[in-house]
């Protein structure tokens, strides 16, 4: 199994034990503002899933699971890929911040902190293959986030 394959595996066993963590552990109480409060960024994180995707697929660049290159389209740095390098992986922790916050229990908010680090160096080690697959991709990095516009 090579590294990419591995942050995959790594991947869906993360979101797996978030989600069995979902089911598993107690919903506290916290009232209403916290409960509309995660709500709504989920809401907020699936309607960025959605614009991205649809952006890929006007681009013909669908997402690729695996963090390697897909040398059959060129470097998409339009959209929100012009602010930001990873935006996939920002809905992503989005939507699991919010279900944290939608739930209250202090170990999915750990876990989705964990997401953080995790997308970090996921980010990373996708980032050296960018570099090489795509000339342009050094100065890309320049001017915008890896998750968030300039961060």
Request: hydrophobic share 50%; glycine share 8%.
């Amino acid at each position: 199994m090579n590294r990419a394959q591995q942050f995959v595996l790594a991947q869906f066993a993360l979101f797996a034990l978030f989600g069995i963590g979902f089911i598993l552990l107690p919903f506290t109480l916290g009232g209403d503002l916290r409960w509309m409060g995660g709500v709504l960024i989920v809401i907020g994180g699936v309607i960025l899933a959605l614009a991205i995707y649809e952006h890929n697929v006007r681009n013909q660049a669908l997402p690729n699971i695996e963090p390697t290159p897909n040398q059959k389209v060129a470097l998409i740095d339009s959209g929100l890929y012009s602010q930001i390098r990873h935006p996939i992986y920002t809905a992503v922790l989005t939507v699991a911040f919010g279900i944290a916050l939608f739930h209250g229990h202090i170990a999915l908010l750990a876990l989705a902190c964990g997401m953080v680090i995790f997308f970090t160096y996921k980010s990373m080690y996708e980032e050296t293959l960018l570099t090489q697959a795509y000339s342009k991709y050094e100065e890309y990095v320049k001017h915008t986030g890896r998750f968030l516009p300039f961060l």
